[in-house]
T-cell receptor
Framework: GEDVEQSLFLSVREGDSSVINCTYT??????LYWYKQEPGAGLQLLTY???NMDMKQDQRLTVLLNKKDKHLSLRIADTQTGDSAIYFC?????????????WGLGTSLAVNP | DAGVIQSPRHEVTEMGQEVTLRCKPI?????LFWYRQTMMRGLELLIY????????DSGMPEDRFSAKMPNASFSTLKIQPSEPRDSAVYFC??????????FGPGTRLLVL
């Protein structure tokens, strides 16, 4: 079945780059997403990438997509303490009218001063 | 835009009581989703609507849970009777033409 996997924890030092990885199973996904959840808050759309792209850059964020390996990564440059949060990877479910997103369990990013 | 609005933000109730959670989607969005988030199970999709019609309710845990969407700007998720294992954060999300979902702040439910 459809599945999205992420490592659960990542710890980095302030100023370093963070790389959060995700693998997915549905090769027909049109979009893949990264959401951020700060403590006590809802999920906030961080960025997304269309499946026909290999890379997308947005300020400190770089998303890489390897469709062959079904691997998605999020790189945060110059990581700040405010980046401490849980990061969720998600893919669109089966094609058609299905609007379900398949979610990973989230990667908890801890940024140490 | 105000974003997705949920109420209440926090709810503490006793086992056996009825709980009603409310959601107002982003204006113009025709998809609405209800999720539950727990430490043990992560983010679970409970049900979603398209144009006020339930499309997939396969994630609804059991008959104690029900959801309605009487119009395009309002949805409720009801738990009756509530149990301690229902304690979780419940999120509502909406989406429009694209699949991107926008989340509300969530309702933190504690059932004693």
């Amino acid at each position: 079945g459809e599945d999205v996997e992420q490592s659960l924890f990542l710890s980095v030092r302030e100023g370093d780059s963070s790389v959060i990885n995700c693998t997915y199973t549905d090769s027909s996904s049109t979009y893949l997403y990264w959401y951020k959840q700060e403590p006590g808050a809802g999920l906030q759309l961080l960025t997304y990438i269309f499946s026909n792209m290999d890379m997308k850059q947005d300020q400190r964020l770089t998303v890489l997509l390897n469709k062959k390996d079904k691997h998605l990564s999020l790189r945060i440059a110059d990581t700040q303490t405010g980046d401490s949060a849980i990061y969720f990877c998600a893919e669109v479910g089966n094609a058609g009218n299905n609007r379900k997103l398949i979610w990973g369990l989230g990667t908890s990013l801890a940024v140490n001063p | 835009d105000a974003g997705v609005i949920q109420s209440p933000r926090h709810e503490v109730t006793e086992m056996g009581q009825e709980v009603t959670l409310r959601c107002k989607p982003i204006s113009g969005h025709d998809y609405l989703f209800w999720y539950r988030q727990t430490m043990m199970r992560g983010l679970e999709l409970l049900i979603y609507f398209n144009n006020n019609v339930p499309i997939d309710d396969s994630g609804m845990p059991e008959d104690r849970f029900s959801a309605k969407m009487p119009n395009a700007s309002f949805s409720t998720l009801k738990i009756q009777p509530s149990e301690p294992r229902d304690s979780a954060v419940y999120f509502c999300a909406s989406s429009g033409l694209a699949e991107t979902q926008y989340f509300g702040p969530g309702t933190r439910l504690l059932v004693l």
